[in-house]
């Protein structure tokens, strides 16, 4: 019988020694690489998420829907903008009452509350309201084919003069904002057109 000698013995233990560290190496690379992956799965679900909300807000906003008229009662400024409003492309309905809107201008920017009542009337100074409704049924809720006259009446007039220039927000709760800049132009008439200048 041969006997097997110390360097043999200790060659091996050594061999052994490198399987287990080998083993433990390979187990912890292992729950490592998992637990990185399902971090990455999760953080690309939120990013998904996200980017769903934001195509979802984007896509269902309001647009311009014809033409913007400011109405003067005297030729020294406008005393109401009126903005025709629609769905954009494949937009979701807006209900109406949970739109702010918002004027801004060189000279003062301001948060228009609603006119009370808000559908079918004229806002009173400083209110906003949904003067006409056209290929509307009776609820509140802006829908596709669907178009709201909006009749706007800012608190000042400042930038409602010939030249000035200003911008109205109309922002659906949770939606993206339409903005609608507008120049007055070198003459008021009773009934004024306001184009893109």
């Given at each position: 019988m041969s006997s097997l000698s110390s360097s043999d013995a200790e060659a091996g233990f050594t061999g052994l020694e490198a399987a287990i560290v080998l083993i433990a190496f390979v187990v912890v690379a292992s729950i490592f690489s998992y637990t990185v992956l399902a971090a990455g799965f999760h953080f690309s679900g939120e990013s998904q998420s996200v980017i769903h909300q934001g195509v979802q807000q984007a896509?269902?906003?309001?647009?311009?829907?014809?033409?913007?008229?400011?109405?003067?009662?005297s030729p020294e400024s406008l005393r109401y903008?009126?903005?025709?409003?629609?769905?954009?492309?494949?937009g979701e309905p807006i209900d109406i009452t949970t739109v702010s809107v918002r004027i801004v201008g060189p000279n003062h920017a301001k948060n228009i509350k609603r006119n009370d009542p808000l559908v079918d009337a004229s806002?009173?100074?400083?209110?906003?309201?949904?003067?006409?409704?056209?290929?509307?049924?009776s609820d509140s809720l802006l829908e596709t084919g669907e178009r709201y006259i909006l009749n706007i009446s800012p608190p000042s007039c400042a930038d409602l003069v010939p030249y000035g220039s200003?911008?109205?927000?109309?922002?659906?709760?949770?939606?993206?904002?339409?903005?609608?800049?507008?120049t007055v132009p070198g003459r008021i008439d009773?009934?004024?057109?306001?184009?893109?200048?």
């Open positions: 896509g269902s906003s309001c647009t311009v829907a014809g033409t913007v008229y400011g109405v003067s009662t903008i009126i903005i025709p409003i629609g769905l954009t492309a494949g806002p009173a100074w400083g209110r906003w309201s949904v003067q006409e409704r056209q290929n509307s049924d200003f911008a109205i927000e109309i922002k659906p709760a949770g939606r993206a904002a339409l903005r609608v800049e507008r009773r009934l004024t057109q306001l184009g893109r200048w």
